[in-house]
Every structure is written in structure tokens, then in C-alpha cells.
């Protein structure tokens, strides 16, 4: 039986580690792969964030020289501070007169217009469009981490600026107070949605970027940092939830594999839908851990490049871990209740420690299922051939039919045909790793 322990240390890199990492002109002596491996079992100290999570998202190149890094951070601050006045000048000149709509084609977009009532990202008006966004940023913006010291109603925080939304508020955390940092919250998210219009703002959204500007505390280096975690994640905020669905359905597939017993359990409570898991996935664990310990979490799926669904592994970490308690739950409310007050609670070196290792034997099993499997199906297909049915198309390893004189090799052609079905659960496990399974 192979080996599935974990390797991770527990021993986060440490300013005087990192420091070493670097020649005298400033560019790291490590490779890529091997920093990558050092940061995915080790975790970083929080002084040496601000530098790792640049490479880990792409804002250095890993063979960067200071000289590089200087002139990288000025052209982006230069960039992020561009886009920043351009909304605002827009919000300072104040509103557009929107000509009426006289022709058919006008009087049909007005009808999709009306169809999409309440979305700002179909807002004809720009300066419109970048007001809603703004009152609804500043509503999320509000209610985010506001037990954190640097988000706190704190004197060493006071900021001049009041928010639109304080003229007409029913929320209880207006009496926290507005602050700097809230503001640059707020600013980042409004320069994010300008620069990505067609998405616009979604709730949630504002939970990713907090623990970003906690580590950087510079309004530019965070724009810039989010935008990248944004490329990897913003299909979750999408509104058709497609990629969540997604998601939902490939975590429902690796609990099959990895825990039959709680797979079972959840069809008997009717669960498979696994929308209690549905928080997990979309803001990336930010409320289940300690706000610094999400942190950990974040850099450990950035550094690896095992999984494109690493947070799947952490997932069904958690829910085995919660395994005793879970089945002796009967409805889907009382599973909601009890994975809803997991957070804040969750041991973060606990649950990364059980991800790895979770990953390493669902490697084992992907390769013992897909064996087993094409070998069911090539002695079905050799049967068949023996029992006289004709198989009319065989697939060569690119997809292509082919036919041949040759005896068949049914091992060969089970498994091309089995790969080459998109929605096959051999296609689907594919899907949680970069590695390849022969």
C-alpha cells in the first residue's frame, strides 16, 4: 500500500529563511517548482506575504530582479491609479442625459432593459451604473470582518469620507462606524468592477479582497492581487452559478470515491446536492477559518499545481473530520445548522495536513477505479465480438474512428473509447488533477 502522509511541516517560512532565497541582484536562487513545494508544505510568515503572493499571483515573474520589481510596481500603481480617477471623474461630473429610444430596435432593447430591472450591469447610464455599484459595495463593505482591529470602528482608522448609503440604512453595523481602511475597501472593489464591467459587484466578493489588503496595506498592490485571485475564481460569482454547480457535482463525485458511507448518507437525508458546502467554495473558505488562517489556506492552493480543484479536497478534509457528527444528523437543516457553526472553529494545520493526504489516495483510487473499469469494459467488448455483435466505430487515442484487419486489443480499445466519452466518471476525476493516470 503506498504511502498517503502528508509532508507538511508546520513550520511556516520565516523572514531569515526567505531573505537567503535571493542573489545579490535581487532575483530569487530557487526555482519556481521548488519554492512552490517549500510554500505548499510550509506556509509563509504574514512579514513575507507581501512578497511570496506576488509570485504566486503572477504579479512577479519568478526570475524578476529588483530592478524588475520596482518598475512592475510603478507601472501598475501608475494603472490602478488611471482607472481609479477615471470612475471618480465620472461620479464628479454627475449624471447623462439618456436620449429616448424612438426606432424598433431601440424599443426592443428597452423591453430586455426592463426584463433585467434591478441587475446594474445592464445600466445604460454609466454614472448610474457605477453609483449602484458603489451603494451596494459600500452595504457588503460594512458588514465585513469588522471584528479585525485594521476594519474596527477604531480612532487609528478615522476616515473624513461617509458613505451614500449611511442616509438610508437598516443594518446594525452602521453603528460600527466608517473607517480608512473600509474606504479603500470600498475604493478597490468599485475599481475592480469598472475595469471588469461585465460582471459588476457580487456579494462576497468583498470577503476575498479584506485578508488581500490586510497583508499589503497599499491600495495598489491589493487592486492587483485581487484582480489575479479574481481571474482564478470569479466564475463562482457568476449568476448562473454554473461553475458552483460544477463544483457542487465534482465534490459529490470525490465523496462517492473517497467516503461511500457518508456519500450514502447524504442520499438518505436527500442531500447530494451538498448545498451546505455551497459558502465553502464560493468566498474560498474565508469564513469557515480564523481570518489569518485563511491566509494559510489561500497560499497553500496558490503554491500547489496538483489540483485545479485543490478547495475539493480541502472540502471533503472537512467533512471527514466532522464525519462522527454528521451521521448522527437527520435532516438537511440540522447538517446546515451544524456546518454553518464550523466556522471560525476549523484547525487549519488539521485540515491541510488531511487534504494532502486525501489528494495522494484519491490518486491511488482514480488509477485502481479507471483500471478496473476499462478492464470490465474490455472483456464486455470481447464477449460482445464472441457473441457476434459487431462494434461499428472503434476510437484511436485522438477520438478518430478507425477500422482494421488486426485482432482487436480490447484493453486499448475500452480505455480510448472511455476517454473519449466528455461526461464519463473516469473524465470527470480527471478533472481534479493535473497529474497524469496511466
Not at 465534482?250 to 437525508?269: A, Q, W
Request: some cysteine.
Amino acid at each position: 500500500m503506498p504511502d498517503f502522509t502528508s509532508k507538511r511541516t508546520g513550520n511556516p517560512i520565516t523572514v531569515e529563511q526567505w531573505v537567503t532565497f535571493y542573489d545579490n541582484e535581487g532575483r530569487l536562487n530557487k526555482s519556481e517548482d521548488e519554492l512552490r513545494d517549500l510554500i505548499y508544505h510550509s506556509g509563509l510568515e504574514n512579514d513575507i506575504r507581501m512578497d511570496a503572493w506576488k509570485y504566486l499571483l503572477n504579479i512577479f515573474p519568478w526570475d524578476s530582479t529588483e530592478e524588475n520589481r520596482k518598475e512592475i510596481n510603478l507601472t501598475r500603481e501608475q494603472s490602478y491609479n488611471s482607472l481609479k480617477q477615471q470612475w471618480k471623474k465620472i461620479l464628479a461630473d454627475g449624471p447623462t442625459t439618456v436620449e429616448m429610444q424612438e426606432n424598433e430596435e431601440d424599443v426592443e432593447d428597452a423591453a430586455q432593459q426592463n426584463v433585467n430591472a434591478g441587475d446594474e450591469r445592464y445600466e445604460t447610464d454609466i454614472y448610474k451604473r457605477i453609483m449602484d455599484r458603489k451603494f451596494r459595495i459600500e452595504k457588503d463593505v460594512l458588514r465585513t470582518d469588522r471584528t479585525i482591529p485594521m476594519y474596527s470602528n477604531s480612532s487609528n482608522n478615522s476616515s473624513a469620507d461617509k458613505p451614500i448609503i449611511y442616509d438610508n440604512i437598516d443594518i446594525d453595523t452602521s453603528q460600527a462606524g466608517w473607517n480608512s481602511n473600509l474606504e479603500l475597501l470600498r475604493d478597490i472593489l468599485i475599481t475592480y468592477t469598472f475595469l471588469e464591467n461585465d460582471n459588476g459587484y457580487v456579494q462576497g466578493m468583498s470577503d476575498l479582497l479584506a485578508p488581500i489588503l490586510g497583508v499589503f496595506r497599499s491600495e495598489s498592490d491589493s487592486f492587483w492581487c485581487f484582480n489575479e485571485f479574481m481571474e482564478k475564481y470569479k466564475n463562482n460569482f457568476h449568476r448562473n452559478q454554473e461553475e458552483m454547480k460544477n463544483q457542487l457535482s465534482l465534490l459529490l463525485d470525490l465523496v462517492r470515491l473517497m467516503d461511500i458511507e457518508l456519500y450514502e448518507h447524504f442520499e438518505k437525508m436527500g442531500c447530494l446536492h451538498l448545498f451546505f458546502c455551497f459558502r465553502w467554495l464560493l468566498i474560498i473558505f474565508k469564513r469557515e477559518f480564523d481570518f489569518y488562517d485563511c491566509m494559510r489556506v489561500w497560499e497553500t492552493m496558490w503554491s500547489q499545481k496538483k489540483s485545479d480543484y485543490y478547495q475539493l479536497f480541502i472540502a471533503i478534509a472537512i467533512l471527514k473530520q466532522n464525519k462522527t457528527q454528521i451521521l448522527e444528523l437527520e435532516t438537511f437543516d440540522e447538517i446546515l445548522k451544524y456546518i454553518n457553526n464550523l466556522a471560525n472553529q476549523i484547525k487549519v494545520e488539521q485540515t491541510l495536513i488531511s487534504a494532502e493526504s486525501l489528494y495522494n489516495k484519491f490518486l491511488y483510487r482514480f488509477k485502481e477505479f479507471k483500471n478496473r473499469l476499462i478492464g470490465e469494459k474490455a472483456n464486455f467488448m470481447k464477449k460482445d465480438q464472441e457473441s457476434g455483435v459487431v462494434h461499428m466505430e472503434v476510437f484511436n487515442e485522438n477520438g478518430n474512428t478507425e477500422s482494421s484487419n488486426e485482432p482487436f486489443d480490447f484493453t486499448t480499445l475500452a480505455k480510448n473509447e472511455i476517454l473519449n466519452d466528455p461526461v464519463s466518471i473516469i473524465n470527470r476525476f480527471a478533472k481534479l488533477t493535473t497529474e497524469e493516470i496511466v
